[in-house]
């Protein structure tokens, strides 16, 4: 494997379009022998341009040292298109990012049924709550949840995943380090714990507006089939449909009224032939027979409160704070959680859930006491609320939603 710093020259030569980069690699084999080529083989390549000549003039690594000293400071994996680990159903589109920078674990998508949940930024509260449920049945299901960890539709197609315990993947479209929307840093924080983010623009790259559509062919890519949640007539969303069907993919849509604007374009894609959705086995019937020991045959226990209520951070992006807990249930009345047995939580968790006890606190004094890295915290609280372990009331104050047993 020809070192990083040539993948990284090369997948960030300005000038140079990503299909000229392709046919430079499929021409000399290495991104190191691109480097070391001159302008005579340069000129070999079908589709070259004099732009494209002049700038592979640039023999500067600068710019891959920098990237490279920003993974390793982020914690930050990348593959590229040579490696194992990179999906074929992404190698295999017409146009493959050359490489893909990784934050948290990355599944083998080749042999996972990998959906893509997608949505309009504005969202009705209706696709909110069917997009956070569809995606946690089909989590549930066993599923691999892939959005794109925006606004609206896709953040609910996250959070859903992540209520159902299920893994999912967000395909961002600037650097790890540029949380975007800042609404959504909750859910971030939680995906790289528990899933998977990808990007194929460096850190420090902002969330340009041009950057979006181009994302989008990844998160079609690496799966299955598409879902939309809810798509205007003009949206984004729509741009993702488009990818899909480019690469052979399954496209399927939640029916919406017919005079809502939101769903003016799911709708007109239900017309042209897309699969309805109504429940996640409208989706997943169709790969179970394709992928019998990853579909499993049982549901886990749906929620009350899809929508958007439902996570972290959703009072916070409307300007709001949660409105106050009611009273809590008498003790005996709340589900037990025994320490003393298999009970599935991180280290963090219980001394988190041990130091809570009967009281109410703030987080501030929940970091204080545990003596836990504030980042550390946010995540195992975010984790314990979305399985009802703990609750939060308004001034950001967490209580126990379970009586504690087995505790030494």
Same mark, same amino acid.
């Given at each position: 494997m020809a070192s990083l710093k040539y993948w990284l020259w090369l997948s960030r030569l300005e000038g140079v379009s990503l299909q000229?980069?392709? =046919?430079?690699?499929?021409?000399?084999?290495?991104?190191?022998?691109?480097?070391?080529?001159?302008?005579? !083989?340069?000129?070999?390549? !079908?589709?070259?341009?004099?732009?494209?000549?002049?700038? +592979? !003039?640039?023999? =500067?690594? %600068?710019?891959? /040292?920098?990237?490279?000293?920003?993974? #390793?400071? +982020?914690?930050?994996? &990348?593959?590229? &298109?040579? /490696?194992?680990?990179?999906?074929?159903?992404?190698?295999?589109?017409?146009d493959p990012p050359l490489l893909l920078y990784v934050q948290g674990r990355m599944p083998a998508f080749d042999d996972e049924v990998a959906i893509a949940? $997608?949505? =309009?930024?504005?969202?009705?509260?209706?696709?909110?709550?069917?997009?956070?449920? +569809?995606?946690?049945q089909m989590a549930g299901l066993g599923?691999?949840? $892939?959005?794109?960890?925006?606004?609206?539709?896709?953040?609910?197609?996250?959070?859903?995943? +992540?209520?159902?315990?299920?893994?999912? *993947?967000? $395909?961002?479209?600037?650097?790890h380090d540029i949380i975007y929307p800042r609404e959504n840093r909750w859910l971030y924080e939680d995906i790289a714990v528990r899933g998977v983010i990808l990007s194929e623009y460096p850190p420090g790259t902002p969330h340009d507006r041009t950057h979006f559509p181009v994302r989008n062919r990844i998160i079609s890519g690496l799966c299955l089939g598409t879902v939309v949640i809810e798509a205007p007539e003009r949206s984004g969303t729509l741009i993702t449909v488009n990818h899909a069907l480019d690469q052979g993919r399954d496209i399927f849509a939640l029916p919406g009224q017919a005079d809502d604007w939101h769903c003016t374009g799911s709708n007109r894609l239900l017309r042209d032939g897309a699969g309805v959705v109504t429940d996640a086995w409208d989706v997943l019937s169709c790969y179970a027979a394709r992928f019998p020991h990853k579909i499993r045959p049982f549901r886990a226990e749906e929620?009350?409160?899809?929508?958007? #209520?439902? @996570?972290?951070? !959703?009072?916070?992006? *409307? @300007?709001?704070?949660?409105?106050?807990? %009611?009273p809590p249930p008498p003790a005996e009345q709340h589900p037990i959680l025994d320490l003393s047995e298999d009970h599935g939580l991180t280290d963090d968790q219980v001394r988190i859930v041990c130091t809570l006890g009967t009281r109410t606190m703030q987080v501030d004094e929940i970091i204080e006491e545990t003596e836990i890295p504030t980042r550390r915290v946010l995540s195992a609280l975010t984790m314990l609320e979305l399985d009802g372990i703990v609750e939060q009331s308004s001034g950001k104050r967490f209580a126990l939603a379970v009586t504690l047993t087995g505790q030494e």
């Open positions: 000229q980069r392709l =046919s430079l690699l499929e021409h000399f084999g290495q991104p190191d022998k691109v480097y070391f080529g001159d302008s005579g !083989e340069y000129a070999l390549v !079908e589709g070259m341009t004099r732009q494209a000549l002049t700038a +592979l !003039e640039n023999k =500067s690594t %600068s710019r891959a /040292d920098d990237i490279l000293g920003d993974c #390793q400071r +982020l914690g930050l994996r &990348i593959i590229t &298109i040579h /490696d194992a680990e990179y999906p074929d159903r992404l190698r295999n589109i017409y949940m $997608v949505g =309009s930024r504005k969202v009705s509260p209706y696709g909110q709550m069917m997009g956070e449920k +569809l995606a946690f599923a691999l949840i $892939v959005s794109g960890l925006a606004a609206g539709g896709d953040a609910a197609a996250h959070r859903g995943a +992540l209520r159902a315990g299920g893994f999912t *993947a967000a $395909v961002i479209a600037g650097g929620p009350r409160n899809f929508g958007p #209520q439902g @996570g972290p951070g !959703e009072a916070e992006a *409307a @300007g709001k704070e949660k409105p106050e807990a %009611s």
